[in-house]
Structure formats: C-alpha cells, structure tokens
C-alpha cells in the first residue's frame, strides 16, 4: 500500500509487531511476538525475520516481547526499552540493551528514538506471578531522511498526545483500536485529532475476541481527509 513514498516499508506481523526497511536499509522491529504469535505469517517466524539492526520495546507484556529474547540473542541486534524492562532482559542474558526513560532522545543507526509516554501496564508473569517491568512506553522514530512515524504501544488515550503532536509532528501514528485493553475506535478518533495526524495506522486488533474495535469503525469517527490504513498480517505500507 502506497502511503510512506519515501523508500521506507512497514510490514505487518500480527497484533503490535511491526517491521520496519528504513530508506537508508536499517532494519527495526518492534514489540517482538512472532514465534509464539497465532498471527505472525509463518514467513517472519525463526529465522524468517532476517537480520535486525534495532528493537524496540513498548512495555513487557507478553504479546509484545514472548519472542524478545530469542528474537535479540539470534540477531545481536539493539533493543531499546524502559529501565526496568532493560535490567531484566540483562538479566535473561540480552547483552545489546539500551535501558532509557520517557522523554529521552537517542541517536541509533542513523535514527532518532523519542521514548514517550503512555498509559497501560507492564509486567512478565514469573512463577505465576507479575513481575513488575517500568512503565509502558511509546515512541517517536524519525528515519534517516526525516519522516516521523509516532508508535503509541499499547495506550488508553491521554491528553499529552496534543503535545507529542506540537515538539515531534509525526507524519504516521500506529495507533491500537482493539478496545479491552487500549483505546478502541473513539478514543483512537480522539487521539488522532489530538496528534494532528492525517495518516493512521490501525494495531493491537482482531487478535483475540475480546479486541472487538476495527478500523472500520475508526474509519466512521476520524475528520474527513484522515486516512486510515489496516493490512492484513504479512501486509505491508510503503
């Protein structure tokens, strides 16, 4: 689907996991849950991701990071994430973590990395019991040649989203409508007027039953001229 026209491409894997070809050929991943997902195309699972230059991880969940450990001890490849979710996967043996906080900035691989905030919760169940991993997480990348694309991760809507729209001024915002867990279509609508973005791209939906919003009905909520995008898994935006 042609809506980036910059070189760059995103393919859909499922639920929240996104693979991103930047314009200058880094390769990005993020929320890694693909071997163990019911959705990732059997193509991306194992080795079918191919090599990987950056993670990036909104909170610990495991729709979200079942696969993060093995996904970053195959490739080596940089994960970056929240403090705490950063110390435990040290502690699972990752060695090529970069453990930030909201509001930071990183340069990697020719990329900018804005962590935001977001509104959720973060945890991985150890012995039946959830162990605390930081706060939930969003964020800004800005590619190689300027492009922003806004990941919000997992969010109920917030107000700041009005301010990560005025300092960063995302060109595409990925944006979860499931409902259940995060935003569903109308407060996804909102956050849409919030950020001041014309495109969006719909997550975090159709996985389970329980993720009853679409971007169907995102579609009938959004002003006239926002354009919403939906894929199916292994589907791509470019």
Same mark, same amino acid.
């Given at each position: 689907?042609?809506?980036?026209?910059?070189?760059?491409?995103?393919?859909?894997?499922?639920?929240?996991?996104?693979?991103?070809?930047?314009?200058?050929?880094?390769? #990005?991943?993020?929320? !890694?849950?693909?071997?163990?997902?019911?959705?990732? !195309?059997?193509?991306?699972?194992?080795?079918?991701?191919? !090599?990987?230059?950056?993670?990036?991880?909104?909170?610990?969940?495991?729709?979200?990071?079942?696969?993060?450990?093995?996904?970053?001890?195959?490739?080596?490849?940089?994960?970056?994430?929240?403090?705490? %979710?950063?110390?435990?996967?040290?502690?699972?043996?990752?060695?090529?973590?970069?453990?930030?906080?909201?509001? *930071?900035?990183?340069?990697?691989?020719?990329?900018?990395?804005?962590?935001?905030?977001?509104?959720?919760?973060?945890?991985?169940?150890?012995?039946?019991?959830?162990?605390?991993?930081? &706060? !939930?997480?969003?964020?800004? %990348?800005?590619?190689?040649? *300027?492009?922003?694309?806004?990941?919000?991760?997992?969010?109920?809507?917030?107000?700041?989203?009005?301010?990560?729209? &005025?300092?960063?001024?995302?060109d595409l915002a990925l944006l979860p409508v499931g409902d259940y867990y995060t935003? *569903?279509?109308? &407060?996804?609508?909102?956050?849409?007027?919030?950020?001041?973005?014309?495109?969006? #791209?719909?997550?975090?939906?159709?996985?389970?039953?329980?993720?009853?919003?679409?971007? &169907?009905? %995102?579609?009938?909520?959004?002003?006239?001229?926002?354009?919403?995008?939906?894929?199916?898994? *292994?589907?791509?935006?470019?």
């Amino acid at each position: 689907m042609a809506v980036l026209g910059n070189g760059a491409r995103l393919t859909w894997l499922g639920h929240s996991t996104w693979l991103l070809d930047t314009p200058g050929g880094a390769r #990005v991943l993020f929320d !890694p849950w693909t071997d163990s997902s019911p959705v990732c !195309p059997a193509a991306y699972k194992g080795d079918g991701l191919g !090599p990987l230059d950056l993670i990036l991880v909104t909170h610990g969940h495991a729709d979200h990071t079942g696969d993060l450990v093995s996904v970053a001890r195959r490739t080596g490849a940089q994960v970056v994430c929240i403090f705490e %979710l950063g110390a435990w996967l040290q502690s699972q043996g990752v060695g090529n973590v970069t453990a930030m906080n909201k509001g *930071g900035t990183i340069e990697v691989h020719g990329l900018a990395v804005t962590m935001t905030h977001a509104v959720h919760s973060s945890s991985v169940v150890v012995d039946d019991r959830p162990l605390y991993l930081g &706060e !939930p997480a969003g964020f800004v %990348l800005r590619l190689e040649d *300027g492009y922003r694309i806004y990941q919000a991760g997992d969010t109920a809507l917030f107000g700041d989203m009005a301010l990560i729209g &005025e300092l960063y001024r995302p060109d595409l915002a990925l944006l979860p409508v499931g409902d259940y867990y995060t935003m *569903g279509p109308r &407060e996804a609508a909102k956050a849409v007027e919030l950020l001041g973005v014309s495109r969006v #791209v719909c997550q975090h939906f159709g996985t389970f039953a329980v993720l009853t919003g679409t971007p &169907e009905a %995102l579609r009938e909520l959004v002003a006239p001229g926002v354009e919403v995008i939906a894929v199916e898994p *292994g589907g791509q935006v470019s």
